[in-house]
């Protein structure tokens, strides 16, 4: 294996990580108490919440497909790194604009602050990271110019 293959091996593996984050990381932490069977929480709060989820997981799956099975490398990263950008693109979107519509990022018996950040603002920043900077060193080698 060459130095190219490899960078883009180390890419596809961090864009993974990122994808697994936003793909199963809500599935199994907002699947309990504090989200989904939240007992203040309306039903039709409860479909929404399970909606997003399954949209998460299932964009997971489709980004994962891309990014490792599909026969061209230039056009499944790119696919597999814009669906990553719009499911945190829409979280911090939704994150930032809670002001305007009511919305809180926790709960007061909620995930403490982590290095002075809300856990998820804190967690899908490292993710983000992680999805752009493989999207990076895929794109800059040959192998990815190449099509292959």
């Not at 900077?133 to 800059?140: M, N, V």
């Amino acid at each position: 294996m060459n130095k190219t293959s490899r960078h883009v091996l180390l890419g596809q593996a961090i864009m993974t990580v990122a994808t697994l984050v936003y793909g199963l990381g809500p599935l199994i932490i907002d699947l309990t108490a504090t989200h989904v069977f939240h007992p203040e929480w309306t039903p039709h709060a409860r479909m929404h919440m399970v909606w997003l989820l399954g949209i998460n997981t299932l964009i997971a799956i489709l980004a994962l497909y891309f990014l490792w099975l599909y026969k061209s490398i230039v056009f499944g990263v790119n696919l597999a790194g814009i669906l990553g950008l719009c499911v945190y693109g829409s979280f911090m979107l939704s994150a930032f604009t809670s002001p305007l519509y009511g919305g809180s990022m926790g709960d007061e018996a909620g995930v403490p602050l982590v290095m002075g950040l809300d856990a998820n603002i804190f967690g899908f920043s490292i993710a983000l990271t992680l999805l752009l900077t493989g999207w990076f060193l895929i794109r800059k080698n040959d192998l990815y110019h190449a099509g292959h």
